[in-house]
């Protein structure tokens, strides 16, 4: 059972509010056997939903024989405790014996710890469910306190244990979530490291979208990578980077990320930073839209939500309008190149439109690159394998003990190697085909 509050200023789509969320739960493999949209001002403090829907909920739930009641929003440990003894006494059943009741954040939850595959995925999976299993914790320690009512006013003899139990649940819970911390900051820090290191020596090119809108799609067709692709959302949740060759022998670095979806978990957000960060130190950011999704601005719209939350909202980018193979993509691509006249049309999957991206960003890297000859003494072996190793070197000439480099170097390397007193830059301009 599928379950939607719309509140005031909501961000889902208008047309088909609970389509994102039939969506992911598809994903987690579950099969939706009915909806109910309500409408609210705010939230009921006690349900969310206010007890008459929730009887309402339970109703239709028995009726349609579901086993879980999924909500597209996030509710408080409070809320989907009272939730669940409404509906169990509704249904005629003990309270033990409540059904599953998800919020949006446990069911992206449960998707992202099916599709983590990396030691780094897993344990950014791991903290974003124990910051969510924190709070939580006395609800699902709820046995106890209707044991301690059952045996009398004070509950002598099981208030302590119970108390106890929760309290040492809370200390393995914190002392693994500062664990986790500690082992994915170390992650990030290298990453981070790395990161910025391959960015000073080449032009990096980064994929952004909403999940499922054809991103590693994209890159496999560019790289031939052999990236999982599935008609399924959060089908990548660990960055890959490969080499892409443009034209005219330019070479870059291309990455795919995860997919970004409206409303993402803080704490999901926050776990993922690491992987992410592949998009906040991209030199460009291509970002794919799926053009014929009857969702396609509210996508629009949140990807760069995401991206303005991890910082890199500034970054330039380019917007491919994916998927015009499609009727639907055809009919929607006007609009859109409208909207945005820079915009590429592309199909990921049958390679339409490429060579005009291939063009794109080999005339962006041109403008960020320089043409030089840099000379250098022979024996200075570690200056001549630093420029060998970061720059694309086009031509050697050895002469009098020394040897004259024509190259093609990002700016940055180029002030790097400036700082080096030991190289003398002989020329520099734009880089010529």
């Known amino acids: 059972m599928l379950v939607g509050v719309i509140l005031p200023g909501s961000t889902a789509d208008p047309r088909d509010p609970l389509g994102e969320l039939a969506s992911l739960a598809k994903t987690a493999g579950a099969k939706v056997v009915g909806q109910i949209i309500q409408r609210r001002h705010k939230p009921d403090s006690g349900t969310y939903i206010g007890t008459g829907k929730a009887k309402e ?3 239709l739930a028995k009726a349609k024989d579901a ?3 999924c909500f597209d929003n996030d509710l408080s440990p409070g809320q989907i405790g009272a939730l669940e003894k409404i509906i169990a006494e509704e249904m005629g059943k003990k309270r033990t ?4 009741i998800l919020d949006r954040s446990e069911l992206i939850l449960d998707i992202f710890a099916t599709r983590a595959q990396t030691h780094e995925a897993k344990l950014q999976v791991e903290l974003a469910q124990m910051q969510y299993t924190y709070p939580r914790l006395t609800r699902m320690w709820g046995h106890l306190e209707r044991i301690a009512g ?4 004070l509950g002598i003899g099981t208030r302590g244990p119970g108390e106890t139990q929760l309290e040492t649940d809370r200390r393995i819970v914190r002392k693994r979530i500062s664990d986790l911390k500690s082992d994915i900051e170390k992650i990030q820090e290298r990453k981070s490291r790395l990161v910025a290191a391959r960015n000073r020596e080449h032009f ?9 809108a054809g991103k590693s799609t994209l890159f496999n067709t560019l790289t031939a990578a052999g990236t999982y692709a599935d008609d399924k959302l959060f089908a990548t949740l660990d960055t890959k980077t490969r080499a892409w060759k443009l034209e005219r022998g330019t070479e870059v670095l291309l990455s795919d990320t995860v997919g970004f979806v409206r409303d993402l978990p803080h704490n999901l957000v926050a776990s993922f930073k690491a992987t992410l960060e592949e998009a906040v130190h991209a030199d460009l950011l291509l970002h794919v839209l799926d053009v014929g999704h009857p969702h396609a601005q509210q996508q629009f719209d949140s990807v760069h939500e995401v991206l303005e939350e991890i910082g890199a909202k500034k970054k330039p ?3 491919l309008l994916n998927k015009i193979d499609t009727e639907e993509g055809t009919d929607a691509f006007p609009f859109w190149r409208t909207l945005h006249p820079d915009a590429i049309p592309i199909s990921a999957k049958t390679g339409k439109g490429l060579t005009d991206l291939h063009e794109a960003v080999y005339q962006y890297v041109r403008g960020q690159q320089v043409d030089v000859t840099l000379e250098a003494d022979v024996g200075n072996g570690k200056l001549i394998s630093f420029i060998e190793s970061h720059t694309r070197v086009r031509e050697r000439e050895f002469s009098d003990g020394r040897v004259t480099f024509r190259a093609i170097m990002g700016k940055q390397t180029l002030a790097d190697l400036a700082r080096n007193e030991q190289v003398e830059v002989k020329t520099v301009g734009d880089v010529t085909d």
Not at 150 to 153: D, I
Not at 204 to 212: E, F, L, M, S
């Open 57 to 59: 909920i339970a109703a």
């Open 150 to 153: 059952q045996s009398g006013g």
């Open 97 to 100: 014996e409540a059904m599953k």
């Open 67 to 69: 086993d879980v009641i």
């Open 204 to 212: 990096t090119v980064c994929i952004v979208g909403y999940t499922n």
């Open 317 to 319: 980018e380019l917007l």
